[in-house]
């Protein structure tokens, strides 16, 4: 169930794991009280990175299209999981539509697409799938990578609601992220849209995330009397950058030199010889698109036209204009001599599933999440419930169980970063 893992473990990441272990009751308790203040996304993957002495998350997804990639045995967990969500935001819902992406030719997504379409008729509910993709205008048998179909069909809408023929769903479940903004088509429905609109990239930053995580991570950091950068990168916001125009990014740079001196300072606390690195990406999207790793401030004003042409357009040919840029998280983590970071599932604020992203041709210090990568199933059932404080933190099933506590902290931060924007967006309209 679990595959051979290597990681490197240095500097006192043992002594958080130890701490999360021995904190569990409070840590349980202190969650609980969380999701009683907050209501949790209906559905979120968050990245992590284990460096042997910071575990962190690094990206968290609000519509993930991953879960044909968790271990299948552990499904049961997923429609638990839908079954609570659905009970608690639309309890009456007995259809639902599924409205996946547009880029309907990537057969691994869409077998994404058949998974969540049976979690969701497992949790009791008639569930279609209908694109909003304009170049669809008819139904259309999507073949699947494991050999079968899927069944995609054109929306269409009826006053305020999304509708097949036949079919009049109770609630929308989004698998699209509105990179390319929200379309007319999903504006002003009466029917449960999940998530809500506020979640797309067309709304959200990647930097908003990370400030509501900032104040997660010191209350998490508070209860555990432990650093909070153990558990959370630096970052900062960039503006006005236009990658196309030539190397001309001073702003950038010092943004960057900025990340690399505060991180520098830790590694000297903590007596750490790695060599820092930051992550330049698209404060928007996904897909690993408008991604890169640096070293040194100097690397943005010197780089070539193949690296700009890489980081000026992300998915949709949107041109990035904002990036984040992030301290870089090694992960020393690797299955059979790749390199590997962990990536965890979870519906409502359960911890259903995950995987490890796995990249042959990648390092330590790079994003994993590109061509070439693949995933290996874990059994985080068991990992992420059922720790034993009285085992050594680096027992496998104790390392899973703190990955899930440090993706629901990134899940936590998610949910209230979706609260205040929703504030946000309702405070503009009531004063148009």
Not at 30 to 49: C, I, K, N, T
Not at 190 to 210: E, I, M, N
């Amino acid at each position: 169930m679990v595959p051979h893992l290597t990681t490197a473990l240095s500097g006192p990441l043992l002594d958080l794991e130890q701490h999360i272990l021995d904190s569990m009751p409070a840590i349980e308790h202190w969650m609980r009280g969380q999701w009683r203040d907050h209501e949790a996304p209906f559905y979120a993957s968050v990245d992590l990175r284990n460096s042997g002495f910071k575990l962190a998350p690094v990206d968290t997804n609000l519509f993930p299209g991953g879960f044909n990639n968790l271990n299948p045995e552990f499904l049961p967990l997923c429609v638990q999981a839908a079954t609570s969500a659905i009970e608690k935001i639309c309890p009456e819902a007995q259809k639902l539509l599924i409205i996946p992406e547009n880029h309907t030719r990537n057969t691994f997504y869409l077998q994404n697409v058949a998974t969540l379409h049976l979690i969701m008729r497992q949790a009791g509910l008639k569930v279609r799938i209908g694109s909003i993709n304009p170049d669809i205008t008819s139904p259309v048998q999507m073949a699947l990578s494991n050999g079968s179909s899927i069944l995609i069909e054109p929306v269409r809408r009826l006053g305020q609601r999304l509708t097949l023929p036949d079919f009049d769903p109770c609630a929308v479940l989004l698998n699209n992220d509105l990179s390319a903004g929200i379309p007319e088509i999903l504006r002003g429905l009466d029917q449960w849209l999940l998530p809500p609109l506020q979640a797309g990239w067309a709304v959200r930053r990647k930097s908003t995330h990370f400030s509501q995580y900032d104040g997660v991570a010191d209350e998490f950091a508070q209860l555990l009397g432990v650093d909070p950068w153990l558990i959370n990168p630096y970052f900062s916001a960039v503006e006005g950058v236009d990658f196309s125009a030539g190397n001309e990014q001073v702003d950038l740079a010092a943004a960057v030199d900025d990340i690399l001196t505060r991180t520098r300072k830790k590694y000297q606390e903590y007596g750490i010889e790695n060599r820092p690195f930051v992550i330049i990406k698209a404060d928007a999207g996904t897909y690993g698109m408008g991604i890169m790793s640096v070293h040194e401030a100097s690397e943005v004003l010197q780089l070539n036209r193949k690296q700009r042409n890489r980081m000026a357009i992300v998915k949709e040919g949107l041109k990035v204009s904002r990036v984040m840029v992030q301290e870089g998280v090694y992960t020393f983590e690797n299955i059979n001599e790749a390199v590997a970071e962990p990536v965890v599932y979870m519906m409502d604020h359960y911890v259903v599933g995950g995987f490890y992203r796995v990249h042959t041709n990648r390092g330590q210090d790079e994003n994993l999440n590109a061509p070439g990568m693949h995933f290996v199933p874990l059994a985080f059932e068991t990992a992420c419930c059922l720790p034993d404080p009285a085992e050594c933190p680096e027992v496998l099933t104790n390392r899973f169980y703190a990955y899930g506590v440090i993706a629901r902290l990134a899940l936590l931060a998610a949910a209230r970063e979706l609260e205040d924007t929703l504030s946000s967006v309702e405070a503009i309209q009531a004063a148009v």
